[in-house]
């Protein structure tokens, strides 16, 4: 059995997208002549001020996210994205590793009975989910059996508009911990590809305050 850490890598993202933002938001106004080499961002801020968003679905951002399942079953019921997932139909869970092993996601929090007890269901699943794919079963059957603790990678598509959505419903307290981990992960990104429009969302949750409320929870 492996343990691996969740992660979020951002893949691609529309170049400039606070320029881009400008660009088709002085459309609507007919000022494309005040556009100058620093103009987009206080464009931006204005607009994200107003409210109008839907200027900011003009620019987009690709990551990549490992995460375990149940996680994973959170993200995709955001609409307005795109996937792609890893297939547990398809793919034997032990592809590509060289080994006769799942790879899990473990839960914060987990020490001493509670991690050898989690421990212990995890080796047991692996072990029939392997002996069902021995008995000749297709790993679309095998699967029956995996947790949703399994790891998973999702690659997710969105507007910035979405984005910001979504970072918004997935870092607030009340949303699971793991998400709010990998909510915090792209807010960075997102902070870094369009300040204008994330400043407010990253002065909230920056990482020394989420580490902080980490330590605090923890504590
Ligand atoms: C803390 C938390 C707890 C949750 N608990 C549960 C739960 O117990 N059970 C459960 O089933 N789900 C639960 N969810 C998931 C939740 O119900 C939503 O499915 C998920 O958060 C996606 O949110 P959304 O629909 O706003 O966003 P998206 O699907 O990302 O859509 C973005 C926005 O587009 C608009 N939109 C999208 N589709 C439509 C549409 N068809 N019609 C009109 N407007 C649309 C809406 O304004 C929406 O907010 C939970 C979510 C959170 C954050």
């Known amino acids: 059995m492996k343990i691996v850490e969740q992660s979020v890598e951002l ?10 933002i400008e660009l088709a938001g ?3 106004y ?3 002549d005040k556009i100058t080499d620093e103009s987009s961002g206080k464009f931006v801020k204005m ?4 409210g109008h968003h839907a200027m900011i679905e003009h620019a987009s951002a690709s990551f990549r996210i ?17 996937y792609a997932q890893k297939s547990t139909r398809y793919v034997r869970c032990d592809k590509g590793t060289g080994k006769r092993e799942c790879t899990f996601i473990q839960p914060p929090g987990l020490v001493g009975t509670s991690l050898t007890d989690w421990q212990s269901i995890c080796l047991d699943i692996e072990e029939t989910y392997f002996n069902l794919l021995d008995d ?10 995996l947790p949703l603790c399994l790891e998973t990678e999702i690659v997710m598509t969105a507007n910035l508009r979405e984005w910001l959505h ?8 009340g949303a699971h911990p ?9 807010l960075i990104h997102c902070y870094e590809l369009a300040p204008n429009i994330f400043e407010e969302l990253y002065n909230q949750h920056s990482p020394e305050m989420f580490a902080q409320e980490n330590h605090e929870n923890n504590t």
């Open 178 to 186: 793991q998400i709010r981990v990998i909510a915090q992960k792209i």
């Open 11 to 20: 893949l691609w993202s529309t170049p400039d997208p606070e320029k881009v």
């Open 30 to 32: 007919k000022s494309e």
């Open 166 to 173: 979504f970072i918004n419903l997935r870092i607030a307290k």
């Open 66 to 82: 490992i995460c375990d399942r149940g996680i994973g079953n959170e993200i995709v019921r955001h609409r307005i994205a795109s």
């Open 26 to 28: 002085r459309t609507c």
């Open 47 to 50: 607009i994200h001020k107003r």
């Open 136 to 145: 000749g079963h297709s790993p679309q059957i095998a699967r029956s059996v």
